[in-house]
């Protein structure tokens, strides 16, 4: 009964229509009063089961800490937009050496009423401000985010 299941949905899913859709983020990232520059800000399409995450873009941000980035993927359901950060705020020692390897990966849900149909962003998600040095209780980490970028 099981398998069955399985395969009627995977036959819906077959025969449904993709829709390209897009989502925009533009904000600024602190470390306290400092910006964060050349800080690497990726945009996932976070799914479900058997369909793989995508990464829609990256950036770095700029001198200023300024970032905004936009992206768009072809899903037959909705998608699920997400936010990653990799920054070191409050992970350096006194001697500007890193405490830790690998950057801090912060992961923030982007609201569905800011997925757009079709490739151009028209409507933006304005993250604000946002200071790193307040640390998210499920915070992971990340090695090797600047090549990839």
């Given at each position: 009964?099981?398998?069955?299941v399985v395969i009627s949905i ?44 995508e990464e829609m873009n990256c ?10 980035v936009q992206g768009f993927e ?76």
């Amino acid at each position: 009964m099981k398998l069955l299941v399985v395969i009627s949905i995977c036959a819906l899913v077959a025969f449904t229509e993709a829709r390209v859709q897009s989502v925009g983020v533009r904000g600024t990232l602190m470390c306290g009063n400092k910006p964060l520059s050349n800080t690497v800000v990726k945009l996932w399409d976070d799914d479900w089961w058997f369909d793989p995450d995508e990464e829609m873009n990256c950036v770095k941000t700029d001198s200023q800490g300024h970032f905004e980035v936009q992206g768009f993927e072809d899903e037959v359901s909705n998608i699920d937009p997400v936010l990653k950060i990799y920054t070191d705020c409050n992970d350096l020692t006194l001697w500007g050496a890193a405490e830790t390897p690998c950057q801090r990966k912060i992961k923030m849900t982007i609201p569905d009423e800011y997925i757009n149909s079709g490739k151009n962003v028209t409507k933006w998600f304005d993250a604000g401000v946002m200071n790193m040095e307040l640390k998210q209780n499920d915070e992971d980490r990340k090695c090797s985010v600047f090549e990839l970028c």
